[in-house]
Structure formats: structure tokens, C-alpha cells
């Protein structure tokens, strides 16, 4: 039967039957948009200065979807628009009460690469059921392994509970990866720590530069520390080596006696020429680009009974919004999925 799932000509079954090729969703720069991230919900059990103003600016989003409709969305972009990698986030996407059930349909779906980012605060208890429900990885927001530093950039929330956290999910199984905002003067002065308690646990972390979103935007006091100052600070501990990276990864990755690291350079080299990623918020609006607030909604595709065409044309206006570079924007990381 070559590749057919029936012989059109005899009407027979052939088997083994080979599964339907999903087409890559390729934007006009042949870039193969592949990845999103789905927004669960925006609230969050922290505040962190970079992110948001305040923790009063994370509310529920009043017209958030059903857990079964923001499912369904995901599949339908799974099925007909090339989605192949999941990464859940949020707000604290560990605060959703429908987390396991999503992972759950995410998996019968047929998505393999479902991952997570989290604060880690409620990670101890729920890990091995994540990890159950089919959760592979998850990037872990670690900003400071000073306690007093650790609630005073993220305005609430105890290291303590992160570091359990992170036992717990490396007990279960669960891939992690540390992802750290360097602030000048408030957490650059730890860059080597954090890399030695990675090495320990086998976790490689990755340094985050300041991206000028949300409060950050046209904010005068922006606290940026560069991949190149970066680099001189680790360097005065470390012997550093550029290692390869995938081709659409966000970091530059690096290899020092023990293990790897990475620097997410957002401001300073962005990778807005390979961004292969899609966003996805809790009341089911497509945003295509960080540099641009400009968002597509595809929630009233639920009630069409075959939505699958339109889909693909609003996914193509949302990919549209990509701009070339990165320039900030004032949308807030934590309503449209960081
Ligand atoms: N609550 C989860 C967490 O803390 O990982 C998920 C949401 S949080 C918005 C996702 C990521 O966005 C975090 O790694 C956070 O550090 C990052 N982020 C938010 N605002 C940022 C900014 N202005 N610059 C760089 N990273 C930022």
C-alpha cells in the first residue's frame, strides 16, 4: 500500500497502518513553527519584580477557558498546525487545579514532549503525579539560593520549598533545568553558586538576561547584566568552553569542568531568526511574537465543526506578528505564558 492508510484502488485495509504526517506549519522566513507555550492560568503564588508590578496583577482571567477546551485547542493545533512540543507555564501553572487531567489529555493527544515551567514552590507533593500524568521536564525559575534575596525578588514564597521542590521532581524522574533572570545588583553576584548546585544535582542551569517586557518596558531602571558580563563572572571560578546548541534553541550553550550551562541572550543576541514558537493564553488568544502585543483569538474555532482551515489561516496571522527583533513590548510574561 506505500504509505496509505487504505488501498484506494482495491479498498483494502493495509497494515501495518502508517500514522497521518501532520504538515509543518512553515512562516515566510522557513521557519518551522513548532512550539507552544499554553498559558493555563495567570494566577501565581509570586510577584517577582521583573515579571509583574504586584501580585494583585495576577488574577484569573475572567473569560479563561474549560480545561476541555483549552485541550481541545491544543490538539487542534497539534493536528492541523504542526504543534509538536508542549511547554505549560502560566502564571504558576502548579496552581491550576486541572493540571494532571491536562497533562493527562495532552499525553492521549499524542504529544511526547510535554514539559513545564514553575516556580517549584508546590513541586514537592505534586511531582510523581506529574511525572505519572506524562510530564518529561521542567524549567525551573530559580532567581537567587540566598533566602532573604529569594523572597525579596520574588515578593513571596520560601527557597525552601523550591529546593524540595527540585529533590522531589529529580526523584520522580522529571528533567530539570534551572532558569535564572540575572538583575544587576541584585543576584549577579551568584551566577557561579547557581552552577555548582546544578552541577551537583546534574541540573544544567540557564541564565536568563533581562528582557525589557511589561513593568520592564521603557523602564529606565532596567537591570540588565550581559551574556558577556555573564561570562566573565562565571569565568573567574570556571574554565569555560562554547559548546553546540539545537539550531532553534534560545541559549548559547556552554561546557565547564562537570557540566553544560546556557545563557538565554534576549537582549543582547536574540533569536528572533529562529523563534520557532507559538504562545498561548488561558482565554485562547494565539500571540505570535514577545516584540509585539498584537494577539489572535481562535477560541470561537470550538464551535466550528471543522475548524481545521481557519485554524490554519489565523495560526499564519499570528506568525505574521513575528518581528525580526527584539524590542520589548508591554505585554506582561505571566497573562500570555513566559
Ligand atoms: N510561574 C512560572 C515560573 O516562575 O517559572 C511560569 C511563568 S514565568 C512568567 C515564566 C518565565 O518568565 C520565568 O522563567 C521568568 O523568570 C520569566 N520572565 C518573566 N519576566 C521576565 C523578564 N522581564 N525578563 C526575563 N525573563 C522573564
Redesign the pocket.
Known sequence: CEGRMNDRVSGETCWPPVLERRPPMLDLQGRNINKLRVSVSEA?N?A?S??VTGIEDHQVAPDQLAMSDLLRLVELLHRHAGIEKIRI?????LLYRELIPFIEGLTQVGLEDIGL???GLLLAKSAPALASAGLKHI???L?SLQPERFREMGRAGSLKSTLKGIDASLKAGLRLKI?M?VMKGENDDELADMLEFGIKRGIEVRY???????P?YQNGDFKLVTMEEMLDQIGERFTITPAKADHDSTSKRFWVPGGYFGIIP?ESAPFCSTCSRLRLTSNGKLVGCLSNPEETSIRHLLDEPNPEEKLKSLVMESVSYKQSSFTGSDLV??KI??
Open positions: 501565581c509570586m517577582c521583573y515579571c507555564t502560566g502564571g504558576e501553572p515551567t514553575s516556580n524549567n525551573l525559575s532567581d532558569n533572570v536568563l538576561e533581562l528582557m525589557r517586557m511589561g520592564l534576549n510574561m505571566s505564558g513566559g
